[in-house]
């Protein structure tokens, strides 16, 4: 029997705005499983952020409790068991295409064998002619495609994409998650994807839905997948 990759029970998260306790997550129990494709559905404001940041570790919860059974202590899941994809922009702009996506790597002390990893990632969503343009060069929808080929270039347990195809048009969202999916594909590797957007939400087998920071299907019966 597998071990979950992340375990959540009555997870909550407020923020402080102008003296006002605003509920953002609001009692979140759920589970994910190795292999698992997710979409996180909802509206804006509805709390997807937030709920991605405290899965990935980077944010502590107000209330509940969270656990990475499968994947060991908080302070290990960032960028090597977790890959995280940001909803803003998120290259760090001094770098080229391939020094960004290289970053996890260097980052876990892995960067021996960088360059074939980088350029694997990169020929997945078909980036290496761009590998030496600085980010500023380049259009949204291709930093999106940057920030993809980031998160899959360590070969993470679980990767959390929040909105990655948001500065994309729909064939264009299509053809990311084409790649992605193909690359994913029997792979253990588990996808969380935030999305607003039904269409993107239509290609994945499990929803849950947030709203108001009440997430509604997170737990489901049966266990794995
Ligand atoms: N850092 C923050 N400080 C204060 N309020 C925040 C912060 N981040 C998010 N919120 C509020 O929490 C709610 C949920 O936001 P968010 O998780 O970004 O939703 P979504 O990703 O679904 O758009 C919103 O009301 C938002 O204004
Ligand atoms: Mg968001």
């Known amino acids: 029997m597998p071990l979950p990759l992340i375990e959540a029970y009555g997870l ?17 129990t759920l589970r994910i499983w ?37 994947l060991g202590p908080v302070e290990s899941l960032l960028p090597s068991m977790i890959a995280l994809v940001f909803q803003a922009p998120s290259l760090l702009d001094s770098l080229s295409v391939a020094e960004n996506v ?10 021996s064998d960088s360059d074939a990893r980088v350029a694997f990632a990169l020929n997945t969503f078909g980036l290496l002619a761009l590998a030496d343009k600085l980010p500023e060069t ?15 270039v360590g070969e993470p347990k679980l990767i959390l994409a929040d909105e990655p195809t948001g500065q994309l048009d729909q064939a264009s969202g299509h053809v990311l998650l084409d790649a992605l999916f193909k690359h994913l594909a029997g792979s253990d590797c588990a996808l969380l994807i ?3 957007d039904p269409v993107v939400a239509a290609r994945m087998l499990i929803h849950w839905q947030m709203e108001h920071g009440q997430l509604t299907s997170g ?7």
């Not at 909550?12 to 979140?28: F, P």
């Not at 979409?39 to 997807?48: D, E, H, N, P, Y």
């Not at 737990?219 to 997948?225: K, L």
């Open 12 to 28: 909550g998260r407020s923020y402080q705005q102008a003296g006002e306790a605003v509920v953002a997550l609001s009692s979140a």
């Open 194 to 196: 935030a999305t607003h």
């Open 219 to 225: 737990e489901r019966p049966g266990g794995p997948r």
């Open 102 to 111: 290289a970053l996890p790597l260097l980052m876990a002390g892995r960067g």
């Open 138 to 152: 380049l259009s949204g929808g291709q930093m999106q495609r940057v920030a993809m080929a980031r998160a899959i």
């Open 34 to 70: 190795p292999g698992q494709r997710i979409a996180l559905v909802g509206r804006s404001g509805s709390g997807k952020s937030t709920l991605l940041h405290l899965l990935a570790g980077l944010d502590q919860p107000s209330s509940g409790s969270l656990t990475w059974p499968a």
